[in-house]
């Protein structure tokens, strides 16, 4: 695992060193080794984290007749297998690594090796005879990449702050981006926070040549179904989880699993274990609450015989630093509350290992959240008159808010008001925060953005279900849960692997029909048959919980005085965006407890400090240096 950077220099001769001091700025994703690569045109660094040969992988790495070079982020699990097919095309190698594996499958099939790679990654590769800079992201948005076009030069990295460390680039917020935000916590491909600076889509090259570009894709996702049986369908899930199993667990340094007792993670330990007999296996607990999954968790790991290890996450760790922190390596504020566990998660892996698999990417391609149960349930419930479905909300907002993570009352509520909304406006706003008149109220010059726009063309062909599973493999999976774990994981230099998302399985849950993958009320209906007699009955039949933190009540105690040294009334005024009344009302409400508002806050909160800590302009302060923050953390 490593990190990329890089730019071209057609329009504007880089200064002295530039490209060595954005390759710092992420030398946290790779601290083992650090290089780069210049030549008259384009600029490439590289930070290593050693996983596959150890000794003999640094990068960048070039041809013989120095004609191309590569820089890559990410692991190629079928790199054997493309070796061995190019030496029987007489190719030789100089490394063992699947680094090499890529340069060398690009030189012999320029953009048609992509297809061929299984995996995650991230890559810029540079032809000198052709004056050609390609850079390639893995098919589901595993691994980050980040570009700018600045004049007729591109900029690239594995971060936007390897981008926003070029003088080139203005640290100016992008009003669309942040719109996106508060209504998703999340910002949807290409957009960004930041003017200028876009994500490459999951599943696509960009090609550079003499000042001028294009993106192609190179994989796109069929929801064709094809009929099954269940049984059918079971064995052939079993095959494909055990083969992309044992592939995500080739390294040549020690790794393990995080465990969350969930049916998720702990499918993917029953079949790590298969191949490794003594994993180590790491969880997050909060010890005390309604929501802790400790006792699922060690059951897993007594069952398995691991060596677990777990941290107990509370109020008594220094919880404002952690969050702090997060603005420096989350790049883009990200509004789910769940990265603050994987922070500590991550720091604590990191202690005894290098990589760790976990089981993300099954809720999106198998059905696993509420929230396509809500779907369907809000097609039913629209037909009550709009109006009496206000005086039921209204109704709802008078019942006090509790201070659990998502409770009933929570639920009603959010349910209620997103039923008010389109289908597909509503299914986002039910994993978001702000619904538009909320987002108006506070922010008043946010661009609209059209909801529909975000589902993929042709999708409304493939089912009611399909279209939302789509749609969250496009857009929440890739740049919220995928960006929490890559940022998170990657801050402590640890590698984080999803067995699940391997395209093949990815490809096999998209063919399947609808019924196995939600039957009835019952989510991930054929991952819970393959694994009805493999996991205890006490995992299949729990109900799901989010890995996040009690926002709601943490507000309300121990991260008040963050909040409210934060989101002050002059720090909210100065940036010429935000109303201030707006925000005092939904600060007083959840402080008071007639309202939960603890993920829109937190949003808030994140965005702030990111702001704060990059320097960023917003309409009312540009030409100035950054904005005079208040408050006593700046």
Request: charged share 25%.
């Amino acid at each position: 695992m490593c990190g990329i950077a890089g730019f071209t220099s057609l329009d504007s001769a880089a200064p002295a060193g530039l490209i060595e001091q954005l390759t710092q700025t992420i030398v946290h994703r790779g601290p083992d080794q650090q290089a780069v690569y210049r030549s008259a045109l384009v600029s490439m660094g590289a930070v290593r984290l050693s996983i596959i040969d150890v000794a003999g992988g640094e990068q960048p790495i070039t041809t013989e007749d120095r004609d191309q070079t590569i820089v890559f982020n990410g692991e190629i699990y079928n790199h054997a297998a493309i070796r061995q097919e190019l030496e029987g095309l007489g190719v030789r190698f100089r490394t063992r690594c699947d680094t090499e594996v890529v340069l060398r499958a690009f030189r012999q099939w320029d953009t048609a090796a992509f297809p061929k790679l299984r995996g995650m990654f991230a890559a810029a590769l540079w032809s000198e005879s052709r004056r050609r800079l390609v850079l390639v992201r893995d098919r589901m948005g595993i691994k980050p990449l980040y570009f700018a076009r600045a004049g007729r030069d591109v900029l690239f990295g594995s971060e936007l702050k390897a981008i926003l460390e070029n003088p080139r680039v203005a640290r100016r917020v992008d009003a669309t981006g942040l719109s996106y935000y508060l209504s998703l916590n999340y910002i949807p491909h290409p957009y960004t926070l930041v003017e200028g600076v876009e994500k490459l889509r999951p599943g696509c090259w960009m090609e550079w040549q003499d000042g001028r570009t294009r993106v192609e894709p190179y994989w796109q996702l069929s929801f064709a179904p094809r009929t099954r049986t269940v049984a059918d369908a079971k064995a052939e899930l079993d095959t494909l989880l055990q083969d992309a199993v044992k592939e995500h667990l080739i390294a040549d340094v020690p790794l393990g699993v995080w465990a969350s007792g969930g049916l998720d993670s702990s499918t993917v330990l029953h079949y790590a274990a298969q191949t490794v007999p003594k994993l180590k296996t790491f969880s997050v607990s909060f010890l005390g609450r309604k929501f802790d999954e400790s006792p699922y968790f060690r059951e897993m790991a007594q069952k398995y015989g691991t060596d677990h290890h777990e941290f107990d996450l509370n109020p008594e760790h220094d919880l404002p630093a952690a969050i702090e922190g997060l603005a420096h390596y989350s790049d883009e504020p990200s509004a789910d509350a769940g990265a603050l566990p994987v922070w500590f998660l991550s720091k604590m892996t990191r202690r005894h290992v290098k990589v760790a698999l976990s089981g993300e990417g099954a809720d999106e391609l198998f059905g696993g959240y509420y929230t396509y149960l809500a779907d369907r349930y809000a097609g039913w419930f629209r037909a009550v008159p709009a109006g009496l479905r206000r005086v039921g909300l209204a109704m709802l907002r008078a019942l006090p808010a509790s201070d659990e993570k998502i409770s009933l009352e929570y639920k009603m509520k959010r349910f209620t008001e997103g039923s008010l909304q389109s289908p597909v406006q509503a299914h986002l706003y039910w994993n978001g925060t702000f619904a538009d008149g909320a987002k108006q109220a506070l922010y008043p010059q946010a661009p609209a953005v059209r909801w529909e726009a975000l589902l993929p063309a042709g999708a409304a062909a493939t089912g009611a279900l399909n279209q939302y599973l789509w749609l969250d493999q496009l857009c929440y999976l890739p740049e919220d849960i995928l960006n929490k774990c890559d940022r998170m994981s990657m801050a402590h230099s640890l590698e984080v692997r999803p067995p699940f998302l391997d395209h093949r399985i990815v490809e096999f849950a998209a063919g399947l029909p609808e019924d196995l993958k939600i039957r009835g009320s019952e989510l991930k209906f054929l991952l819970r048959e393959l694994m009805r007699d493999k996991l205890p009955p006490s995992i299949l039949g729990r109900k799901k919980e989010g890995f996040d933190i009690p926002t709601h009540h943490w507000f309300r105690s121990v991260l008040k005085p963050l909040l409210t040294d934060v989101l002050t009334e002059q720090n909210v005024r100065q940036t010429g965006l935000f109303q201030w009344e707006p925000l005092r009302r939904m600060m007083d409400d959840h402080f008071a407890r007639r309202a939960n508002y603890g993920y829109h806050l937190w949003g808030l909160l994140i965005l702030f400090l990111w702001m704060r800590h990059w320097k960023m302009e917003t309409g009312a302060d540009s030409g100035r240096e950054h904005l005079a923050w208040s408050g006593n953390r700046g």
